[in-house]
């Protein structure tokens, strides 16, 4: 579910609020060999985490362990990213993030309006 503005905020101001040391990373961010899943470094998700401004969208989705918050950044025109977290946990849970790559607004239309351009 693709939230709204007032929310948006209010979810973006708790990443704000908490430093990315603070946050705690979930196993699944890991795979079996104790590598980033995706191959996004824990040096590289803090140099996209504090990039505020950069947030497009944020979704909310349930899951088995509580609502996952994705977060999507647009870095620049050809690179995007989305972090997954556990904003309701005690510390925040970094749960995955994943390169999201280009046209991140056309995918986003796409997916929750069902538009073609």
């Known amino acids: 579910m693709l939230l709204d503005k007032d929310t948006r905020d209010r979810v973006i101001n708790i990443l704000k609020n908490d430093s990315f040391e603070n946050i705690k990373i979930h196993r699944h961010y890991f795979n ?31 899951s088995l362990l509580g609502f996952k918050y994705c977060f999507i950044y647009k870095i620049s025109r050809n690179t995007s ?19 999201f790559g280009k046209n991140a607004e056309r995918r986003l239309i796409k997916k929750f309006f069902g538009f073609n351009w």
């Open 32 to 62: 079996k060999f104790g590598k980033p899943r995706h191959n996004i470094s824990l040096e590289k998700l803090k140099e996209i985490y504090y990039q505020f401004d950069k947030i497009i969208a944020v979704t909310k989705r349930k």
């Open 81 to 99: 990213y989305k972090l997954m977290f556990f904003l309701d946990e005690k510390p925040i849970q970094l749960f995955n993030a994943l390169s």
